[in-house]
C-alpha cells in the first residue's frame, strides 16, 4: 500500500516552478531519499507534503485519504511529521520540557502519565535519557540534532520526513545518526532529504532526484548510481 501520493504538485512561486507537476508514491515501511542540487525543489515538495507549503496545483493522500487541504497540525495528528532543517528546539527549556512540550500537542487529552512516557521513550531512543534535566542550549549541537529527533518521535510519526539530519555533524555522529535513522525506520516510514550521499546509500530503500522542480530519475541506490543522467547532473562525472 502506498502511505503517500503526491499526484501532479506543482508551486509556482512568480514564474518560478519551484515543483513542477512531480508525482511521487511512497510505500508503507519505505526509506525514501530526495536528493538533487541546491534550488531542485526538494524543500518545497516535503513542505508541501507536510503542509508548511500550499501547493499551486496538485494532490497529496495519506493512507488513500486527500489531505490537500489540511492544516499541518491535522497532518500531524493522521502522522506526518516533519523536522525542520534549522533546530527548532527551545533553548532555555530542559530536554525533558522539550519533548514534553511536542507530546503534549499530540497527548493533550490523556493526561501527564502518558506524556512522561512518551517523553521517556523519545529520550530513550535517541540516547538522551541522561541529558533529560540539562537545559537544550547547553548541548552541543549534535545532541541538538538528537533532541529534535526525539521530538518528533514523542509525535509518534508513521512518516517521518527528515530535512537534512547530518547537516553540520562530525563525521562519528553522521554514522551515529544514520544507525539510529535504520533503526528508527524498522517501524516508521521515512522521507530523507539529504545531501550526504554515503548516508543516502546506505539508508535509502529508493532514491528520487529532482533538478530544476523535477523528478529526474527514482530507483533503487544501485540503479541511481548508475542512471547516466544522474551522473552528469548530480554526480558530476
Ligand atoms: P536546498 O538543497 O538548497 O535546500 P531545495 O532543493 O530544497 O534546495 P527549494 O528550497 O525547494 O530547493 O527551492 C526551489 C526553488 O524555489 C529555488 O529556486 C528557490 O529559490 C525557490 N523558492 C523556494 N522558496 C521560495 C519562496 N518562498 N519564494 C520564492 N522562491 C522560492
Not at 513542505?47 to 500531524?76: H, L, N, Q, Y
Not at 521530538?151 to 539510529?180: W, Y
Not at 548508475?226 to 562525472?237: F, M, S
Request: with cysteine; glycine share 8%; hydrophobic share 45%.
Amino acid at each position: 500500500m502506498n502511505l503517500l501520493f503526491a499526484h501532479n504538485l506543482s508551486r509556482h512561486y512568480g514564474g518560478l516552478a519551484a515543483v513542477d507537476d512531480v508525482s511521487l508514491a511512497v510505500a508503507k515501511g519505505e526509506v525514501r531519499a530526495i536528493i538533487g542540487p541546491n534550488g531542485a525543489g526538494k524543500t518545497t515538495l516535503v513542505g508541501m507534503i507536510s503542509g508548511r507549503i500550499t501547493p499551486s496545483t496538485g494532490s497529496i493522500f495519506f493512507k488513500e485519504e486527500d489531505i490537500t487541504r489540511k492544516p499541518s497540525w491535522a497532518r500531524v495528528q493522521r502522522g506526518i511529521v516533519y523536522t525542520f532543517q534549522i533546530t527548532s528546539i527551545y533553548r532555555n527549556l530542559t530536554c525533558y520540557e522539550n519533548v514534553a512540550l511536542a507530546a503534549q500537542r499530540l497527548l493533550a487529552k490523556s493526561g501527564e502519565r502518558a506524556i512522561s512516557y512518551a517523553v521517556a521513550q523519545a529520550l530513550g531512543r535517541v540516547g538522551l535519557v541522561d541529558e533529560a534535566d540539562r537545559l537544550a542550549g547547553v548541548l552541543p549541537y549534535g545532541h541538538q540534532r538528537l533532541l529534535e529527533l526525539a521530538m518528533a518521535l514523542a509525535l509518534a510519526p508513521e512518516l517521518l520526513i527528515l530535512d537534512e539530519p547530518t547537516q553540520g555533524l562530525a563525521p562519528a555522529e553522521i554514522a551515529a545518526f544514520s544507525e539510529l535513522i535504520r533503526a528508527v525506520s524498522r517501524d516508521t516510514t521515512i522521507l530523507l532529504i539529504e545531501h550526504n550521499l554515503k548516508v543516502v546509500l546506505e539508508l535509502a530503500d529508493k532514491i528520487t532526484v529532482m533538478d530544476r522542480g523535477i523528478i529526474l530519475a527514482e530507483g533503487t541506490p544501485v540503479e541511481i548510481e548508475q542512471h547516466p543522467a544522474v551522473q552528469r547532473a548530480y554526480l558530476g562525472q
